[in-house]
DNA sequence: TAGTGGTCTAGACCACGGG
DNA sequence: CCGTGGTCTAGACCACTAT
């Protein structure tokens, strides 16, 4: 049996994760909630309490409830500069667009990401510089099922990661945090040596249950971690 | 001003915490901290609900609310051996206590743990092996003034980690998780190659405002991972 | 069966902050 | 000012489960 305020929460939720209501659209205010599901004001203040605790909506006095910004790159945005830990501002951030390919794809991806072998993708590239040093090496696939609007993006100016949170603001990821020894592109294009430790995440986004992202962002090791307080949550 | 709710979920975690209620112990019934503080069983309720999803408490019907098992280590509990991600079950868990020294923290060691320079330490290295294979080297600090009793342990037997969560089972941590190559002891002890990438958990906790432990796991890149969702959270 | 938590109601008063 | 969320009350009924 699923309770009224779980009710409340899991279709607000949705419309939010579906992308039917996006960052700052102003969800219904208590009592039309209240109107709605025929339940208490209690009831309703329990769902939008357990919605903040997720951080997927944030509520103001007088103004009403808002769906938040997207969280999902959270992850990415705390890993720190050791070099330059104690700095936290005044970093100066560049993106380059190495490759762009559409293309199907192959066997073995397709069963790595559980779609299909034939599925039209696009292939991306980039490098991610930061104060004039390699910071992060991106191989990212857009499912253009999913995402058909990427097909009509160069991204030359804006980072893929940026233009799908613009897109596809929320979604369900899975992260995987690995090391790995740079191979000699890697190599090549980080300025570091071959067989070099890389802290590597990747990461795989859904909407609705389709992938719409598989990302391999790949860190020179010497330069970069991850730090705070990680609290992996059930599947 | 501090809400009943926010007096009572905090009054709680503190005796967690600080280890006066440890795992399994029972904690006051509803109608007792109705009475306690002074307020409807809903405001009671609502910090235990706050306590159960933060994991530091079950609530079960008819026998009351317990003190939850720790949960200090579960983000290293989710590394998965790649190799055998598959079979969940089946491992063959060893231990080696490579080294035992009761000293005192160096001038360098003790600026990175903030803690005194003379602060005496029991200094730990042990290797873990699963399935007959090394799987990580924990070198570990253990500060004698937090945790006095770790001077008769002998950790012959039993993993630091696991003695730790016995003695201090709940505390605050923060995690860093970085890509290292191997020097040429690492790799000798985790029989891989000299420069190998390998991933290195460090975590630091604390009780009480104290530093409890001070521990690097590093595992071999190519065999282990992180994964899950991970949520960093404020420190 | 009895004690416990799970959920809900129909109000209430207050704090905040935009107009 | 007044609409909004933040918190709280004093009950209520039900579900679960140890005994």
Redesign the pocket.
């Known amino acids: 049996m699923v ?4 009710r409340i929460f899991m279709d607000i939720e949705a419309k939010i994760i579906s992308g039917d209501w996006r960052p700052g659209d102003r969800i219904p ?3 039309e909630l209240v109107a709605e599901y ?6 309703v ?2 769902a ?2 357990a919605l903040v605790e997720r951080g997927m909506i944030v ?7 808002f769906v938040a910004s997207p969280q999902i790159d959270r992850t990415v945005m705390d890993i720190q500069d050791i070099s330059t830990e104690a700095e936290l501002a005044g970093h100066e951030h560049r993106f380059e667009l190495l490759t762009r390919k559409i293309e199907r794809l192959g066997e073995t991806e397709a069963q790595q990401l559980s779609e299909a072998p034939d599925a039209e993708i696009l292939r991306l590239q980039c490098l991610h510089i930061v104060d004039g040093r390699p910071n992060a090496i991106e191989r990212r696939i857009i499912m253009l099922d999913a995402v058909p609007r990427a097909r009509e993006e160069s991204f030359a100016s804006i980072p893929p990661g940026k233009w799908l949170l613009a897109e596809v603001p929320w979604s369900k990821a899975k992260h995987v945090i690995r090391a790995v020894s740079a191979d000699t592109a890697t190599a090549r294009i980080l300025q570091t040596e071959r067989g070099k430790a890389c802290l590597c995440l990747i990461r795989q986004t859904w909407q609705n249950g389709r992938t719409v992202t598989y990302v391999e962002i790949t860190h020179p090791g010497d330069r970069f971690q991850f730090a705070g307080t990680f609290h992996p949550t059930a599947n």
Chains 1, 2 share one sequence.
């Open positions: 309770s009224i305020y779980q205010v208590e009592h025929q339940c208490s004001r209690m009831t203040s329990k939008l309490s509520r103001r006095r007088k103004t009403g409830s």
